[in-house]
């Protein structure tokens, strides 16, 4: 019998090269899975370089899709232009830019070989949507004015807590917004802003920013059974380091 290949799907990482071993080992994802990164692979702990350059060896064995997010976007620019705004900074590119001055001999290779190449969202065969962050239109991934609402919305996930409970008892339909795609999954807002460290699903949303940036998990989610493998609190992989 063929053997069918998976879909993989994880969350943020910034810079948890030990949290992201972890998820894959424990994953046991085999040759020629897809894997899919929703982004916001920079700005929080100290290897950031181990990171990108770990992604883009597995692209050898793995159909590997990389999403972009509002972090990537912003490292991107200070490798593309050398400058480092201040927010940027302040919201963990201190870290990532100190990485990339001891590794620089892999700036330029990783500026155009992953952030050039990464992509605001993806939609699979089955219309399910991989973005960062979200979108606002109800005709789904696509639709944008801007490209930085792909990795900077939040709406999307507000909209689907607000319609979880009546959606779960059978008492509304889904959210007009969400209603274009089978299911989405989003990193950008953590699930510990509630109080947990696993994914949250609501209505047809799965967050699976399970807080690798604030001390939290790394997470990474077979699509299709929803089976879920988590690294270490990030805290305790780097006990000597503060995230962000």
């Not at 620019?77 to 050398?82: E, S």
């Not at 991934?141 to 996930?157: C, N």
């Amino acid at each position: 019998m063929e053997k069918l290949n998976k879909t993989w799907v994880f969350g943020d990482i910034h810079g948890s090269y030990k949290g992201l071993n972890q998820i894959f080992e424990k994953a046991s994802i085999s040759k020629g899975d897809t894997i899919i990164s929703l982004g916001d692979i920079v700005d929080g702990w100290s290897q950031v370089p181990e990171c990108v350059q770990l992604l883009l060896d597995m692209q050898k064995d793995y159909n590997m899709i990389f999403i972009r997010g509002n972090h990537d976007e912003w490292c991107f620019d200070w490798m593309r232009f050398g400058s480092a705004h201040n927010i940027w900074i302040t919201q963990g590119g201190k870290s990532t830019k100190e990485a990339y001055d001891i590794n620089f001999h892999l700036k330029d290779s990783h500026c155009f070989e992953f952030f050039a190449r990464q992509v605001n969202y993806y939609i699979d065969d089955q219309n399910r949507g991989f973005v960062h962050g979200g979108y606002t239109s109800n005709k789904g991934l696509g639709h944008e004015s801007t490209q930085a609402e792909y990795y900077w919305d939040r709406d999307l996930f507000s909209t689907a807590m607000s319609g979880a409970r009546s959606y779960a008892l059978g008492n509304a339909e889904l959210p007009k917004q969400l209603r274009a795609h089978k299911e989405i999954f989003i990193g950008h807002t953590s699930t510990i802003n509630w109080g947990t460290t696993s994914p949250i699903n609501a209505c047809n949303v799965w967050n699976l920013d399970t807080g690798a940036g604030w001390g939290g998990v790394a997470t990474i989610m077979n699509v299709d059974t929803k089976e879920f493998f988590q690294s270490d609190l990030s805290k305790d992989l780097y006990p000597n380091e503060n995230s962000r």
